[in-house]
């Protein structure tokens, strides 16, 4: 079984500041890790994935997260946002190798953006 | 692009009732989830099913049931509805051997009165 733990229950930052929101995760097998955005009264929204290869990966609007298997984390950074980057952020993990894998997320991280 | 459709966007039953959550898929996926998102918990797994008439309890099943009569169609089911059953839906599915290609639906935000 897998689980997650996102750090930070609510993050605010500036507009232009950088930011990073953190997420660990355990697992006895290997993993996939995923990051999910949440606009105000949207669904869900895929910002990236790692699979394998690359530990560092790129995602949509500018995010990019960073594998570490040693610390069991897959953090995840902007160095500038934007006003319209103020959302709910779920880390998630599944399963790489077992058949009919469930996905597991974390609490989520409420990026406060403020002008 | 594979959809995942909720019937509903917005529900309100009374306490008690029975109620039905639909969610149909169209691209033949193999498994399919249903979770409830709350406020500081995220996402908690009620339910899946691997396949047809196949189903396994999630982390939160109390007070749930599902149907998997059809591989497209995953019906969460509230037999008698409280008021701490409020919450945001979220169903998804994925092909069987890819665990990386999750697709969700827009969600069914149920309020219990």
């Known amino acids: 079984a897998q689980s997650v733990t996102q750090l930070d229950s609510q993050v605010p930052v500036f507009e232009e500041a950088p930011v990073e929101l953190r997420c660990n995760y355990s697992?006895?097998?290997?993993?996939?890790l995923f990051w999910y955005v949440q606009y105000p009264n949207q669904g869900l929204q895929l910002l990236l994935k790692y699979l394998s290869g690359s530990t560092l990966v790129k995602g949509i609007n500018g995010f990019e997260a960073e594998f570490n298997k040693s610390q069991t984390s897959f953090h995840l950074r902007k160095p500038s946002v934007h006003i319209s980057d103020t959302a709910e952020y779920f880390c998630a993990v599944s399963g790489a190798e077992t058949s009919g894998s469930r996905l597991t997320f974390g609490e989520g991280t409420q990026l406060t953006v403020n002008p | 692009d594979v959809k995942v459709t909720q019937s509903s966007r917005y529900l309100v039953k009374r306490t008690g009732e029975k109620v039905f959550l639909e969610c149909v898929q169209d691209m033949d996926h193999e498994n399919m989830f249903w979770y409830r998102q709350d406020p500081g918990l995220g996402l908690r797994l009620i339910y899946f099913?691997?396949?047809?008439?196949?189903?396994e309890k999630g982390d939160i099943p109390e007070g749930y049931s599902v149907s998997r009569e059809k591989k497209e169609r995953f019906s969460l089911i509230l037999e008698s509805a409280s008021t701490n059953q409020t919450s945001m839906y979220l169903c998804?599915?994925?092909?069987?051997?890819?665990?990386?290609?999750?697709?969700f639906g827009s969600g069914t935000r149920l309020t219990v009165v």
């Open positions: 998804a599915s994925k092909l069987d051997r890819e665990n990386y290609g999750y697709t």
């Open positions: 697992s006895s097998v290997s993993v996939y």
């Open positions: 099913s691997y396949d047809v008439k196949m189903k």
